[in-house]
């Protein structure tokens, strides 16, 4: 997290605005071409002026920078931008888990300092961890689980599928039904209990004793009993994030259990680049049409019109994922999957460019296949052969199947 404090009032900076602050603090005072800005903050070849002045401008509004002639990040005519402003570095203590802020701002070249920046009054968190810290990924399989009724293999389904989207993150590669020898495992069992179920779990975590973890609930607190346990997952695999936020690994924005078995399934098509999803999008529609319209009923409703052009080249249903794409982005930016939805819809639509943020934030935040294939896919059309060479060797690290057996990635070729 990325976070300005300014008269005690904290506010969240998005990847790119902390990026770039930290770009112009380390040169204040100095005016920053947009080339420069360009290389050194998105690390690449070419982005559009216009996305570059959004960030500006996003930075400008969160610093009440906004009225002309701009006083903090002065736009210098033919030159680029300049931060106009005293700054000082000051240390901090060790950030704590009860800690308002818990980051690590790197100073120099492969020197992790804890610190923060003074702008007049405002203060600036935005601290890379400890290299050590950023390379700690855990890789975890979730297993089918063992069923006493094939009756409950939808539900079995919807736990997967929640337990995969909520503890996919960034120091957490989830895979589903894969054999990796060198990641945590995670097995199950569940079972009925008059009106209710029981839900067995072992994280084999290699060490020679798995942990077991159990849970009893019924539909009606389906969402806070596995809530729970992802939330007890996340902290056996990865114990001591300072960053771990609970919200992170439960899903609140679905309370009806009907809807989540339909948006669970969406979600499992999407991180596979599916194009299975005849069978639910009249669901998600109805779902949309009856008020019970959430995110990620949208950046599904974007990615089945996404396939659905994919598959025939339909015009409208392009102009159909944009527009639900940036209807789910809205409602949460935060999101790996309203990020997904939204780059790849702004790919079918060839804007490039655009995508590129979008896509960068949810595979930093979420890493996954999908995520970087469309990330390979943007740099491959952009001409930018490094970056597209690195995307796609991530894609591979992280696919679960060959190539040909994904519509979505294959209908990209």
Same mark, same amino acid.
């Given at each position: 997290?990325?976070?300005?404090?300014?008269?005690?009032v904290?506010?969240? @900076?998005?990847? =790119?605005q902390?990026?770039?602050?930290?770009?112009?603090?380390?040169?204040?005072?100095?005016? &920053?071409?947009?080339?420069?800005i360009?290389?050194?903050?998105?690390?690449r070849?070419?982005?559009?002026?216009?996305?570059?002045?959004?960030?500006?401008?996003?930075?400008r509004?969160?610093?009440?920078?906004?009225?002309r002639?701009?006083?903090?990040i002065?736009?210098i005519?033919?030159?680029?931008?300049?931060?106009?402003?005293?700054?000082?570095?000051?240390?901090?203590?060790?950030?704590?888990?009860g800690?308002?802020?818990?980051?690590?701002?790197?100073?120099?070249?492969?020197?992790?300092?804890i610190?923060?920046?003074?702008?007049s009054?405002?203060?600036f968190?935005?601290?890379?961890?400890?290299?050590?810290?950023? /390379?700690?990924?855990?890789?975890?399989?979730?297993?089918?689980?063992?069923?006493?009724?094939?009756?409950?293999?939808? =539900?079995?389904?919807?736990i %997967?599928? +929640?337990? $995969?989207y909520?503890? /996919?993150?960034?120091?957490?590669? &989830? +895979?589903?039904?894969?054999?990796?020898?060198?990641?945590?495992?995670?097995?199950?069992?569940?079972?009925?209990?008059?009106?209710?179920?029981?839900?067995?779990? $072992?994280?084999?975590?290699?060490?020679? *004793?798995?942990i077991?973890? %159990?849970?009893?609930?019924t539909l009606?607190d389906?969402?806070?009993?596995?809530g729970?346990?992802?939330?007890? @997952?996340?902290?056996?695999?990865?114990?001591?994030?300072?960053?771990?936020?609970?919200?992170?690994?439960?899903?609140?924005?679905?309370?009806?259990?009907?809807?989540?078995?339909?948006i669970?399934e969406?979600?499992?098509?999407l991180?596979?680049?599916?194009?299975?999803?005849?069978?639910?999008?009249?669901?998600?529609?109805?779902?949309?049409?009856?008020?019970?319209d959430?995110?990620?009923?949208?950046?599904?409703?974007s +990615?089945?019109?996404?396939?659905?052009?994919?598959?025939?080249?339909?015009?409208?249903?392009?102009?159909?994922?944009?527009? $639900?794409?940036? %209807?789910?982005?809205?409602?949460?930016?935060?999101?790996?999957i309203?990020?997904l939805?939204?780059?790849?819809?702004?790919?079918?639509? *060839?804007?490039y460019?655009?995508?590129?943020? +979008?896509?960068?934030?949810a595979?930093?935040?979420?890493?996954?296949?999908?995520?970087?294939?469309?990330?390979?896919?943007?740099?491959?059309?952009t001409? /930018?052969?490094?970056?597209?060479?690195?995307?796609h060797?991530? $894609?591979?690290?992280?696919? /679960?199947?060959?190539?040909?057996?994904?519509?979505v990635?294959?209908?990209?070729?």
């Amino acid at each position: 997290m990325n976070q300005l404090l300014i008269h005690d009032v904290a506010i969240h @900076l998005e990847p =790119l605005q902390s990026r770039l602050l930290v770009h112009l603090i380390e040169h204040r005072a100095q005016v &920053v071409s947009l080339e420069d800005i360009v290389q050194k903050v998105w690390q690449r070849s070419h982005v559009s002026d216009n996305l570059v002045r959004q960030v500006i401008s996003a930075l400008r509004g969160h610093l009440d920078d906004n009225a002309r002639p701009y006083h903090i990040i002065k736009t210098i005519p033919k030159q680029g931008y300049l931060l106009d402003i005293e700054v000082t570095q000051s240390k901090i203590g060790q950030p704590t888990l009860g800690a308002k802020i818990k980051q690590y701002w790197k100073w120099g070249a492969g020197v992790a300092l804890i610190g923060c920046a003074t702008l007049s009054g405002i203060h600036f968190f935005s601290h890379s961890a400890p290299s050590q810290r950023i /390379n700690e990924v855990t890789k975890l399989v979730i297993h089918p689980f063992t069923l006493e009724s094939e009756q409950d293999s939808d =539900l079995s389904d919807s736990i %997967e599928n +929640y337990l $995969f989207y909520g503890l /996919n993150s960034k120091g957490i590669d &989830v +895979y589903r039904h894969r054999l990796n020898s060198d990641a945590d495992q995670l097995r199950g069992s569940l079972t009925e209990q008059g009106n209710s179920y029981k839900l067995t779990l $072992f994280l084999d975590e290699g060490e020679g *004793q798995a942990i077991k973890l %159990e849970k009893t609930f019924t539909l009606d607190d389906y969402f806070t009993a596995i809530g729970d346990l992802a939330t007890e @997952l996340k902290t056996e695999i990865n114990h001591d994030d300072w960053q771990y936020q609970p919200s992170n690994h439960q899903v609140t924005s679905v309370n009806n259990f009907d809807d989540w078995q339909v948006i669970s399934e969406g979600i499992e098509s999407l991180y596979s680049g599916s194009d299975e999803l005849d069978s639910i999008t009249a669901e998600l529609d109805e779902i949309h049409q009856q008020g019970r319209d959430n995110y990620l009923v949208d950046a599904l409703l974007s +990615y089945s019109s996404s396939v659905e052009y994919l598959k025939r080249q339909d015009e409208s249903t392009k102009a159909e994922a944009l527009m $639900f794409a940036k %209807e789910a982005f809205e409602q949460d930016p935060r999101c790996d999957i309203s990020n997904l939805s939204l780059g790849l819809a702004l790919i079918i639509n *060839q804007q490039y460019d655009q995508a590129y943020p +979008y896509l960068s934030y949810a595979v930093e935040t979420a890493p996954s296949a999908l995520g970087f294939y469309l990330l390979y896919k943007v740099d491959q059309k952009t001409q /930018n052969d490094k970056g597209a060479d690195y995307y796609h060797k991530r $894609f591979q690290s992280m696919a /679960n199947k060959p190539l040909d057996g994904l519509f979505v990635l294959s209908a990209l070729k």
